[in-house]
């Protein structure tokens, strides 16, 4: 143990063994990569094309505290892969660790010690030690799993000679460090007798080892070799940092700025450019949408595309990629970013149509990512441009005549949607607008859907009515498909029925509707209370509205990628289900549930696709169980045809409201399973 006297007066000794010639030239050489980084810096900022007072704003209206530390240094996200999560954990603290072991040394040793002034003495100084030891060792640790990683190959990786070389780099530094302290413990140790500081010089003490049986009858050719080696660290270290510029390693900086300056806005909404009731007051349509070329980004678009370093969790969470459709999210980011500043277009010279078309919005790509980029909203912008340009097939000019001429998808006639108030009661000032939908209103199978939901709010005996004929498609699917315009003309159609009505509280059962009038509408009309029925169906159950008797039958449970991911319900649909059937959860669930494939505007039009992503999730389904229960018009049309092309027959697909609405009738199983499976 050390005495108390020794313990206040201990200090680390000073590098002694370098000639002041050589601290110069390594003062120089900091200096030199210190103006080398402010000229990337300011190639960076005229690279995201700002200005100061853009830079001052953006700063001002986007700075985060809370998300710089919650993704940037304890990695939110990246700790939801546990393995790559740990690893990059260790990679970055370690680096962190050893940049302020680094720096307290250099304010240690060349900035207060020449005034007399030392701060690694005492227990301050040993805590430092063990600081310095411990950073190492993470470092080594992550670097080890990174590079077992890649080598496995069993993680979907685009690995390409600079992973290596950033890899193999911090390996040398790190290797160079400890074999330095471990020739530094043996110089102390012998010419100043520092035996007793071993114990907190856990790891460096060990490397002395080597050393001690090289040099133990030669000290003073120990003190020539660590100012050769001291000399070839100091210069890897800057050879590196100077690199790190050009390479991947330059997340580390980019990264946290843009996790810091990310503007806030719901995850459900997609930007509004223009307001189309502005436009036809003024008069004035001279417009511009989507983006065509890099050079329609804005700063902070930019910075997000240079965030990026190309882990590819994105690309492993998306189902395009996993059908073996023209688009990879990973791509898409990694081709932008190399592209930034460039004037060139991006369709279809960097991506194909396809590309561009095969999104489906599930949002996976945008939950995955470390530091919070949002590839699929380039996609949507890139769409924009696209129908500005009319660079549209023919099914999807059919899917927007029908949205104008009919005012729903499906091109039924509006007076069909007639048949829902002599089922319930037409709205006019009851306390709840049932909104029944496109889906709902046109298609055989979903109608069903609509009945239980109704019959359910009858049972407990809800104020609420329906609008019939004047209800039209909410326009999510054409804003999805990057038709602007004709959402705002379905929004602002909706939006005068909303107010002649004084509707107030929406009850609807598609998740697409639900965050459309939930997360978009609120730009044109204001104090909506929007519910899914999913949450509307708990609440009745809490409130003990509704009595039903659970059966045993076991469900699994697909989460739409509108209601869960995209606006976080996961347990109202869980709960709803619970009460009248087991559940037997996939493997992908909730915020990491696999899409449908219906979102996006996709159910509309064919995308070329090698395994269609229904049959994908219709498979991961039915090997939980043969009773697959979704809470989406769009997943309910999509699993059930996923079936029925596999000639999967005993695999049932049932909307949560049918299996409510079954056991408050008491209908016989056989009863239920004939109404629920209509075809379509």
Not at 41 to 49: E, F, I, P, S, V
Not at 97 to 110: C, E, G, P, Q
Not at 451 to 454: G, K, L, P, T
């Given at each position: 143990m050390i005495s108390n006297l020794l313990l206040t007066t201990i200090e680390r000794p000073n590098l002694f063994e370098i000639p002041r010639w050589e601290l110069d030239i390594h003062y120089t050489i900091t200096i030199i990569v210190v103006a080398l980084y402010i000229y990337w810096?300011?190639?960076?900022?005229?690279?995201?094309?700002?200005?100061?007072?853009?830079?001052?704003?953006?700063?001002?209206?986007?700075?985060?505290?809370?998300?710089?530390?919650?993704y940037g240094i304890f990695q939110r996200k990246h700790v939801r892969d546990k393995y790559a999560g740990l690893m990059h954990i260790l990679i970055s603290w370690g680096i962190i660790?050893?940049?302020?072991?680094?720096?307290?040394?250099?304010?240690?040793?060349?900035i207060l010690s020449p005034h007399g002034i030392r701060i690694l003495v005492g227990p301050f100084y040993l805590a430092f030690e063990v600081w310095s030891d411990t950073g190492g060792i993470m470092l080594l640790s992550g670097l080890t799993m990174a590079l077992w990683r890649r080598l496995r190959k069993k993680v979907l990786l685009e690995t390409v000679w600079d992973d290596y070389i950033v890899i193999g780099s911090l390996y040398l530094i790190a290797f160079e460090g400890f074999f330095l302290e471990g020739l530094n413990i043996f110089l102390e140790n012998y010419y100043l007798n520092y035996q007793f500081v071993n114990q907190y010089r856990y790891l460096g003490s060990i490397f002395s080892l080597f050393w001690k049986f090289l040099f133990n009858g030669n000290p003073a050719a120990g003190i020539t070799v660590y100012q050769v080696l001291w000399a070839i660290h100091f210069s890897t270290v800057f050879i590196v940092l100077g690199y790190a510029l050009i390479s991947k390693l330059s997340h580390v900086?980019?990264?946290p700025i843009y996790i810091t300056l990310k503007p806030k806005k719901v995850r459900g909404e997609m930007s509004t450019p223009f307001k189309l009731e502005d436009l036809l007051q003024s008069g004035t349509f001279d417009i511009k949408l989507g983006m065509k070329t890099p050079k329609d980004l804005v700063p902070i678009q930019r910075l997000e595309n240079l965030a990026c370093t190309n882990c590819g969790r994105c690309e492993r969470a998306c189902p395009a990629v996993a059908a073996g459709r023209d688009l990879s999210p990973r791509v898409l980011m990694?081709?932008?970013k190399k592209n930034v500043d460039q004037d060139v277009e991006l369709v279809p010279m960097k991506f194909s149509e396809d590309f561009i078309w095969s999104c489906t919005t599930c949002q996976a790509c945008v939950e995955e990512c470390p530091v919070l980029i949002d590839p699929q909203s380039y996609v949507l912008e890139m769409r924009r441009n696209l129908v500005f340009e009319s660079k549209l097939d023919k099914q999807k000019v059919q899917f927007l005549n029908n949205l104008t001429y009919t005012r729903n998808p499906l091109g039924n006639s509006?007076?069909?949607r007639n048949v829902w108030v002599e089922k319930s009661k037409k709205y006019e000032n009851e306390e709840y607008l049932l909104w029944i939908g496109c889906m709902a209103s046109f298609d055989p199978r979903t109608k069903n859907v609509a009945?239980?939901?109704?019959k359910i709010l009858k049972e407990a005996n809800v104020s609420f009515g329906v609008l019939g004929e004047e209800e039209a498609c909410c326009g999510e699917s054409a804003r999805r498909l990057g038709e602007e315009s004709r959402f705002q003309e379905l929004v602002m159609q909706n939006v005068q029925t909303f107010k002649n009505y004084n509707v107030k509280k929406i009850i609807t059962f598609c998740p697409h509707g639900y965050n459309t009038f939930k997360n978009e509408y609120s730009k044109f009309i204001q104090g909506l209370e929007v519910y899914h029925h999913s949450e509307f169906i708990e609440k009745l159950l809490k409130e003990n509205k509704i009595k039903i008797e659970k059966g045993n039958e076991t469900y699994t449970f697909h989460d739409p990628c509108y209601l869960g991911r995209i606006n976080g319900k996961y347990d109202p649909p869980r709960f709803v289900l619970t009460k009248a059937a087991n559940l037997n959860e996939m493997e992908r669930s909730k915020d990491k549930s696999f899409c449908c494939g219906g979102g996006g505007a996709n159910y509309w039009y064919?995308?070329?696709e090698k395994e269609p992503i229904s049959q994908i999730r219709i498979k991961e389904a039915s090997g939980k169980s043969k009773n697959v229960a979704v809470a989406c018009p769009f997943c309910l049309g999509m699993l059930e045809d996923a079936a029925r092309t596999l000639n999967m027959e005993d695999v049932k697909v049932k909307d949560i409201s049918e299996i409510i609405a079954e056991k408050i009738q008491g209908r016989s199983g056989k009863e239920s399973e004939s109404m629920s499976s209509k075809p379509a």
């Open positions: 810096a300011y190639r960076t900022y005229k690279k995201l094309g700002l200005t100061w007072p853009k830079l001052r704003d953006l700063v001002k209206n986007n700075w985060s505290w809370k998300n710089l530390f919650l660790f050893l940049t302020i072991s680094t720096a307290l040394v250099a304010l240690d040793n060349d900086i980019l990264s990694q081709t932008l509006p007076s069909e009945e239980s939901v109704i064919k995308v070329n």
